[in-house]
């Protein structure tokens, strides 16, 4: 998933909360890719594949069709993705409770997403994003923590500046 990763962490620190059905369908997509493979142990791999598919499709209409309904679950999503992937980090301290930590996880992302959602999709976007390429390019340690942070900084920045920029011309548009 090297190539996939990379490629949808590079779009979600870019346009994470330009295009936000986009951002829904990626984060269902990995979500769905993650549970399939960690839990339900599908084989062959090409029924994970399309598992996340249709989480990701699914994500992507809702988004589409009931935008509250959507960034709550896109909210939970992110954090049960973000906690999933952090708990392969942590490996055999929290063996046995992954669920608990995706639970946690996925929560805590559906409250910051339903609280402060415009910076909430800038920050978790931006952090998926930098996860995603950093285990894409299977960087590890020091290297990792480096390049992890540089991206999430890069697409708060990047993704803050686009906002403003559309204020800005509707502001200008409207006055």
């Not at 679950?73 to 930590?101: D, H, N």
């Not at 609280?115 to 299977?138: D, K, P, R």
């Not at 480096?146 to 686009?162: C, D, K, M, N």
Request: proline share 1%; aromatic share 12%.
């Amino acid at each position: 998933m090297s190539i996939v990763d990379i490629a949808g962490g590079a779009l979600l620190l870019a346009l994470g909360r330009k295009i936000f059905w986009l951002f829904i369908a990626l984060i269902g997509f990995f979500a769905g890719f993650d549970i399939a493979t960690h839990y339900l142990n599908n084989k062959p791999a090409w029924v994970a594949l399309v598992i996340a598919l249709g989480v990701g499709l699914l994500g992507a209409l809702l988004a589409y069709f009931f935008e509250k309904l959507a960034i709550a679950s896109a909210g939970f999503l992110v954090g049960v993705l973000l906690a999933s992937r952090l708990a392969t980090f942590l490996g055999t301290q929290v063996k046995g409770w992954e669920w608990l930590v995706m639970l946690a996880g996925g929560i805590i992302g559906l409250i910051l997403m339903l609280a402060i959602f415009e910076w909430a999709l800038i920050l978790l976007s931006s952090f998926t994003g930098a996860l995603l390429v950093v285990q894409g390019l299977n960087l590890a340690g020091l290297v990792a923590l480096i390049t992890g942070v540089v991206l999430f900084i890069i697409g708060v920045i990047f993704q803050a500046g686009f906002n403003r920029s559309s204020r800005s011309r509707r502001r200008t548009a409207n006055g």
